[in-house]
């Protein structure tokens, strides 16, 4: 007897990174003065984005030694923490941003699985 196995014909559809998705990005990054991480932080996200990003983004940076209240209302629990505000959905990364590949999956550029096999290679 012979069994055959056939494939499903319900795919999952695989998510786009925002990157494709979107061709507006607002990223606010929230500092507490002009500390060397904080400058290290918009330097390393201003050069991300113009690799990545280049012509459809806007840096704003929130001092929040000049307004501390944005930090509640925002939930900003330590700096520099950067907000991805569009697209949709918002999404935080916490630190100086050195880290380049793990910026890119945080703000969905790349997906993580893209980036092992990339580094298997």
């Not at 196995?5 to 494709?20: G, V």
């Not at 630190?95 to 945080?106: M, P, Q, R």
């Amino acid at each position: 007897m012979k069994i055959r196995l056939e494939k499903s014909k319900t795919r999952r559809k695989k998510k786009q990174p925002a990157k494709a998705r979107s061709d507006k990005w607002l990223l606010r990054l929230y500092v507490a003065g002009k500390t060397p991480k904080s400058v290290t932080a918009f330097n390393n996200l201003k050069l991300i984005c113009e690799e990545q990003l280049k012509g459809k983004y806007r840096i704003e940076v929130v001092d929040l030694l000049k307004n501390p209240r944005l930090a509640r209302d925002n939930q900003i629990l330590a700096v520099p923490t950067l907000v991805r505000k569009l697209p949709l959905p918002v999404r935080k990364i916490i630190g100086d941003l050195s880290n380049t590949e793990s910026v890119l999956v945080g703000l969905d550029l790349v997906e993580y699985s893209a980036l092992k096999r990339k580094s298997k290679v």
